[in-house]
């Protein structure tokens, strides 16, 4: 792997290639010095060793021979075009693990990159972009001086998964603290799990499921990795800003688009506003494509939603029969005022003790059927839903949609679908819509 680090020969270029190489050094990795030529004739002075292109290159090479030495290789490259094209273009190109470019000073200041070139370098680049803003905490962290402390957002996406994995290949290094921070809008959770709001905000019900999530999400991560919580009203990047200065970060390490997404995103992306206003180093990592949803690999808890009828029941039984010995057990039924006991009651009926499942009663009053399944299977986490459904005459069909179809489409887990009189077999598969 390689650093590359875009230098326009300015004094904070040079200050940032001194801090490249030291981060070189305790990566592991060669560095390469890019310079781009720009302008009209840029690529006639590169192609015919014009003035431009000799003294480019001669200053690139006698920075390259003044940081190479016993443990760092460092390369230099000169390029003419777009800067950002090319820049994008020679950090794919060289398989970068990071492209560093620095800014004048704090975040408000005027940046040494046209805020032009660092939009357009960001939104093209395949490879993980590093803005540089604050040298003292990477030089001392690199030279084993300072722990670094980096601060990762993520929103439980495969995007937001990837910014971890970049960071997490630093902590692994050592001298590194991780905090993995979640925005969220209080009244937009409270609606999905189902879960009465708080005039203080967030409530403890709803921050104890989110954080459950997280963990259950993200998996197994980097041991001593802190996790956070962010209620916020406003704006995402705002609560991520507030959050490195609370926490003191020296990194903030986020998801990016790239420029093949819609311009009406890019507009309003968080990475975009942290671009400009990050009062740390920024790390903008690509999102990449987003991966098809899969089916878990195995089941091991079940909501199983019923309307205690026979037929409804019977989506019970199936259930029963995919979870392992041990497994979890949600069993729901969405009831009116006064009547939870009643449904606890002939709900306890449908498992048997010695089934050996863990059986848990679920009795919300809703008179929403499909909202309240779709927010039990979110506060619950559970591997996916299983329901019944009915055979519905041409009437039915003509006035809405069935209670499955909607949980089908707006469940966030896989719904399993059984059939009346199913035959032996696979019940049917329903994955959410992505839209």
């Not at 949609?401 to 949980?407: A, D, F, L, N, Y």
Request: glycine share 8%; net charge positive.
């Amino acid at each position: 792997m390689t650093l590359v680090l875009g230098t326009d020969f300015h004094p904070p270029s040079r200050r940032a290639t001194r801090v490249g190489a030291a981060l070189a050094e305790r990566l592991g990795q060669a560095m390469v010095l890019l310079h781009v030529l720009g302008g009209p004739f840029a690529e006639r002075s590169l192609a015919h060793s014009g003035r431009r292109a000799r003294r480019g290159l001669a200053m690139l090479e006698a920075e390259a021979a003044a940081l190479a030495g016993p443990g760092l290789d460092v390369g230099a490259e000169l390029r003419s075009g777009p800067p950002s094209r090319v820049l994008a273009q020679t950090a794919e190109e060289l398989q970068a693990s990071c492209l560093i470019l620095a800014t004048e000073g704090t975040a408000a200041a005027e940046p040494l990159w046209p805020n032009s070139t660092l939009e357009r370098t960001v939104r093209r680049s395949t490879r993980p972009v590093l803005i540089l803003r604050r040298e003292g905490p990477l030089r001392s962290w690199a030279t084993g001086d300072a722990r670094l402390r980096l601060l990762v957002a993520t929103d439980l996406s495969p995007a937001s998964e990837k910014a971890l994995n970049w960071a997490a290949s630093w902590q692994a290094l050592g001298g590194c603290s991780l905090t993995l921070v979640r925005v969220v809008h209080p009244p937009e959770q409270h609606r999905r799990l189902g879960i009465p709001p708080s005039p203080a905000g967030l409530s403890p019900e709803a921050g104890v499921v989110l954080l459950r999530e997280m963990r259950e999400r993200l998996g197994t991560l980097p041991e001593g990795t802190a996790l956070r919580i962010v209620p916020a009203t406003g704006r995402v990047a705002d609560a991520l800003m507030d959050a490195a200065e609370r926490e003191r970060a020296d990194m903030l390490v986020v998801a990016s688009r790239r420029i093949a997404t819609l311009r009406r995103h890019w507009e309003g992306s968080v990475s975009r506003r942290l671009l400009h206003l990050a009062p740390t180093n920024l790390v903008c990592v690509p999102a990449g494509r987003e991966p098809v949803p899969a089916a878990p690999a195995h089941l091991s808890r079940l909501l199983v939603a019923t309307d205690l009828s026979p037929q409804g029941n019977r989506a019970v039984d199936y259930a029963r029969s995919l979870l392992p010995n041990g497994g979890a057990l949600h069993l729901l039924h969405a009831t009116d005022a006064g009547s939870a006991a009643e449904a606890c009651r002939r709900l306890a009926t449908l498992v048997p003790p010695e089934a050996g499942l863990q059986v848990h009663l679920e009795t919300p009053p809703s008179s929403d059927p499909a909202q309240a399944i779709c927010q039990a299977a979110e506060r619950l986490g559970v591997d996916a839903v299983c329901l019944a459904i009915r055979q519905r005459g041409g009437l039915a069909r003509v006035l809405g949609e069935s209670i499955s179809t909607r949980v089908v489409n707006e469940a966030s887990v896989p719904v399993l679908l059984v059939p009346p009189a199913s035959p032996p077999g696979p019940a049917w598969l329903g994955l959410h819509r992505q839209d």
